[in-house]
């Protein structure tokens, strides 16, 4: 968490938020592509209101194709976390099937927020 903290007094100083999370270690992004009966079901409301308790930025939105994504940025054992709430929440049920890609953190996420 110290890092984090560090590297948000960077950002702030160097006006370059992106370039200085990146340097973190263990900050990354996950894309997390879900299948089931996750649209029409409040999925992604349900999610939204699990946000607060994890520091992790991102966003849910509903596919063409009847799945899910949600995008998460932050540090990866707190994503996988959130990830496993997911699951937990009463929201397991609906999910048929669970698609998880990492890759290297963007820093472009402020929030969390629900495209539409």
């Known amino acids: 968490m110290q890092l984090f903290a560090d590297a948000l007094r960077l950002c702030l100083w160097t006006r370059q938020p992106h370039e200085a999370l990146m340097k973190l270690p263990s900050w ?8 089931g009966r996750v649209q029409g079901v409040g999925f992604r409301y349900m999610v939204k209101s699990l946000s607060p308790g994890f520091d992790a930025t ?52 402020k929030g969390f927020e629900i495209i539409r």
């Open 28 to 35: 990354c992004r996950a894309t997390v592509t879900y299948t």
């Open 58 to 109: 991102g966003t849910i939105q509903n596919l063409p194709s009847g799945q899910v994504a949600l995008v998460l940025e932050g540090e990866k054992e707190e994503l996988e976390a959130f990830i496993d709430a997911v699951r937990d929440s009463g929201l397991g049920p609906m999910i048929r099937d669970e698609h998880c890609e990492w890759s290297e953190a963007e820093g472009q996420l």
